[in-house]
C-alpha cells in the first residue's frame, strides 16, 4: 500500500455512517483490487471511481443496509454489509443478510474477515434477527471456509449463479441460527 505517513495502528472494524473522502477513496481503491483479484461483487471490472463513489454514498442511504470497514494500518482495506428486511416484510423480518463482504488482496490473512463477521452477526442479534444469511460463488474458497468455520450451515446450491467473466458458476447458499429454536 502507498504510504500516505499515517500512523501504523491496529486492525479496527467500524460502522460508518458517513465518509471522509480520504476513507471514501481507500475504499475505492480495496473494491477495485478485490474486483481485479476475480473475487469481487457483482462488477466483472472496476467502474469508473465516480460511479464507485456513488454506489458507497448510496449504500449509506439505505436505511436496512449497515456498513461496516475494516481498518489496517490507518486505512480502509475492505467492508461487509448488514442487510435487514424491509419494513413491510413482517413474514421475513426474521432473517438479515450478509452482502458485499470483501478485504482487498493486500489485507487479507490478519484475521479481519473475521472481525467483519463477528460484528455485523452481533448487529444482527443485537438487534432480534434469528437468522443470519451470506451467498458465495463456489470458487470463492476462503469464503466457504470463513462461513463453514464460523458455524454457517450449506443449505442450498444454485447452479449457474453468477457469470464470472468465463463461465457459469454455481453459488452456495449459507445461514447461521442466531437463537436455539424449539421446533414444532
Ligand atoms: C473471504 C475473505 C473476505 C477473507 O478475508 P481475510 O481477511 O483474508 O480472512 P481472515 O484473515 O479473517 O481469515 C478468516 C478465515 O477465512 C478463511 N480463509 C481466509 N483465507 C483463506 C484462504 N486463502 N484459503 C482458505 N481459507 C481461507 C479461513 O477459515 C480463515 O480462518 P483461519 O485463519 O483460522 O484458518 C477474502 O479472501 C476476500 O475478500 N475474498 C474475496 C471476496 C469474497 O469471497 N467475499 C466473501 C463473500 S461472503
Not at 29 to 53: C, H
Not at 103 to 126: H, N, Q, T
Request: glycine share 8%.
Amino acid at each position: 500500500m502507498p504510504d500516505r505517513g499515517r500512523t501504523i495502528q491496529q486492525p479496527v472494524i467500524e460502522a460508518v455512517e458517513e465518509f471522509d473522502p480520504s476513507d471514501l477513496d481507500d475504499l475505492c481503491e480495496a473494491a477495485e483490487e478485490a474486483i481485479l483479484d476475480g473475487n469481487g461483487f457483482g462488477w466483472l471490472t472496476p467502474p469508473p471511481r465516480s460511479v464507485q463513489e456513488s454506489f458507497w454514498k448510496g449504500v449509506l442511504m439505505v436505511p436496512v443496509r449497515e456498513l461496516y470497514c475494516a481498518r489496517f494500518e490507518g486505512r480502509i482495506v475492505g467492508s461487509g454489509q448488514l442487510v435487514k428486511p424491509f419494513s413491510n416484510n413482517e413474514a421475513s423480518g426474521h432473517i438479515a443478510q450478509i452482502s458485499t463482504f470483501f478485504i482487498a488482496p493486500y489485507a487479507r490473512g490478519y484475521g479481519l474477515a473475521i472481525g467483519l463477521l463477528a460484528v455485523m452477526e452481533k448487529s444482527a442479534k443485537e438487534q432480534g434477527f434469528k437468522i443470519l444469511e451470506a451467498d458465495v460463488r463456489e470458487t470463492q474458497t476462503a469464503a466457504i471456509s470463513l462461513m463453514e468455520s464460523n458455524g454457517f450451515e450449506r443449505w442450498a446450491v444454485k447452479e449457474r449463479y453468477a457469470w464470472n467473466g468465463e463461465r457459469y458458476v454455481d453459488g452456495f447458499y449459507y445461514k447461521k441460527n442466531l437463537v436455539e429454536f424449539d421446533e414444532i
